[in-house]
């Protein structure tokens, strides 16, 4: 027995361990996968989507207002004191002690206005409740979108100043090999040290800048916060895109499929039938009924003596308003919701368009930023070079080794920094103008 448990056990540890591996594998993520992760697994977009689902269904219960309605419907009462009459100096008494009825009672609507325009006014609402799940979606794109970019700025500055930090510490090394040797001064020695030094807590906080980067885009995504996670790419694969969204034309209306200008339309649109609804309180309406009963009265309880009597009704039923002085103060205010709305929606857009002018300028900017600041790379690698060489052959001092150190790692810092302005305006700029190419909706 004992040696069966063995190879048992070897290979329950062995299974147990590749799943820890398994487990513990990196998901490496695009930044069209991160929205598709957060689209189908972020809470507020499954809120948005079961809303709809809601105004739907009160979509449908209007509609079946305009089914028939039937109701089984019965009555009994019991007599406690007769009415009395005299006649001829005789004390009589009518009606019976127990009297009960039964049967089944329809009615429908034949012109019911105020039913027809709640109908509209509920698929009005639908529509309202699509866009304002649109509206949750464009504004998680936007979030991802940016906190993507985030970390990959991130990496880059930390993988910057990673790459600064060794360059100083061989900087450093070799300077202490000369400063042994006798070639070069203490003074030398001590200033290498001191550059190598002053870039480690940047290195540090650049670290945890990535790890808080991370855990944001993992709450978006709705990721447990313990699942290792890596960004595909660098802000560098997104400059010749930069170049070409630059290039394209600007739609003349830039704000026509803005979310918040689209639900403006939509509750003026309801408001106007809301309006249409108070007109109806005007209009009178029409409804038919059907009943199909059995009576019967008796002065005792014997159920199996009851004689049961069938009768049957149909009708109309005309209801004309005359007067209801509120109806005119609900119609006054519906028209004063309106004009307000009217004034806030063109107000709304005037900004929204002030907001998309602002985008389009820091786009601008950030772009011509960008050559800028990647010529600036060049010439600062070109002038950390020199400063190397000239070190080397002892025409140059330390801290023109130093200073050319520092010059690069801002310049590189600087041209990401550019890149990530630039995508981080055209991120709202998308929100702004409501641009859907990244949106997957699963139907």
Known sequence: MKFLLKPVL???????????????DTLKISLKEAIQIALSENPTIKVADQEIQLKKEANREMLYGLLPEANLVGSY?????????????TIMQVGTTNNMSGGISVSLPIFAPALYKSIKLTKTDVKLAEEKSRASRLDMVNQVTKAFYQLLLAQDSYNVLQKSYKQSEDNFNVVKAKYE??????????????????????VVSAGNGVNLA?????????????????????????????????????????????????????NYAMLKQNLQLKYTNFMPTLAASFQYMYTTMANHMRIGDFKWNPYSTIGLSLSIPLFKGGNFSQVKQTKLQLKQLDQTRINTERQLKMQAQSYLNNMAASTEQVVSNK???????????????????????????????????QAQLTYNQSIFDYLVAKADLDLVMGVEDLITIEK
């Open 214 to 266: 991370t855990l944001q885009l993992k709450v978006l995504l709705g990721l447990d916060s313990d699942m290792p996670i890596a960004v595909v790419g660098n802000l560098k694969d997104y400059e010749m895109a930069m170049f070409t969204r630059q290039a394209q034309p600007q739609p003349a209306d830039i704000v026509g499929g803005n979310t918040t200008l689209r639900q403006l339309d939509l």
């Open 375 to 409: 010529e600036a790379v060049l010439q600062a690698e070109k002038g950390r070079t020199i400063a190397e060489k000239r070190y080397e052959v002892g025409r140059g001092t330390i801290l023109e080794l130093n200073s050319s150190e520092v010059a690069l790692t």
């Open 77 to 89: 009462t019991h007599t406690i004191k007769k009415q009395t009459f005299a006649m001829m100096d």
């Open 10 to 24: 070897a290979l329950a540890l062995l299974v147990m361990a590749a799943t820890s591996v398994k487990a513990q």
């Open 181 to 202: 040797q006798g070639s070069v001064s203490e003074y030398d020695k001590i200033s290498a040290d001191v550059q190598m030094r002053s870039l480690k807590p940047s």
